[in-house]
């Protein structure tokens, strides 16, 4: 298995492995199967220098994906935060991949001067909640009944990691 930066000849696995999370539910805020055109500007605006999209790789196959996206674009004092996300092939779920990922991101952010990463999931995600706490993530908010599935009401959770010192963020 090996991680590497995404491409646009991955885009179309990327929305597979996305759409697979919108039909299990409670996975990702979107109740609607994405496309490559319907993401394709955010899809776009990831690149390798700034807010990349690792993908894990296995025998050729894409695994799972997790994007480091920017927190409120165009506001400078927010400029080393990114919010990240994951999402792993049904045929993966379990077996590390979502670790490996966020571990991969977390090593790279330096690189990218980012020194806060954030989660943000649905309360009902009770794997994913788990897994940020096992890497260091701890709870840094709660919106209640922010999300709707048909009547059911569902809140956010955010779950942040410093990645730096205090007196570094401040260089």
Request: aromatic share 12%; hydrophobic share 40%.
């Amino acid at each position: 298995m090996s991680i590497r930066i995404a491409d646009e000849g991955d885009w179309s696995r990327l929305i597979e492995i996305y759409n697979e999370a919108v039909e299990t539910g409670y996975a990702t805020a979107d109740t609607v199967l994405a496309t490559v055109e319907s993401k394709r500007d955010w899809l776009g605006s990831h690149s390798p220098d700034s807010y990349p999209i690792y993908v894990e790789e296995a025998d050729e196959s894409l695994t799972g994906w997790c994007s480091l996206s920017p927190y409120r674009p165009g506001r400078h004092a927010l400029r080393h935060t990114a919010e990240i996300s994951y999402y792993v092939a049904r045929d993966f779920w379990r077996k590390g991949v979502a670790s490996r990922l966020i571990r991969h991101a977390i090593a790279d952010a330096a690189r990218l001067e980012l020194r806060t990463l954030f989660g943000i999931l649905l309360e009902s995600n009770h794997g994913s909640v788990a897994l940020l706490e096992k890497l260091g993530f701890e709870q840094w908010g709660f919106l209640p009944k922010v999300a709707d599935f048909d009547g059911a009401q569902v809140g956010h959770v955010y779950w942040g990691k410093r990645l730096a010192s205090e007196k570094a963020a401040m260089r």
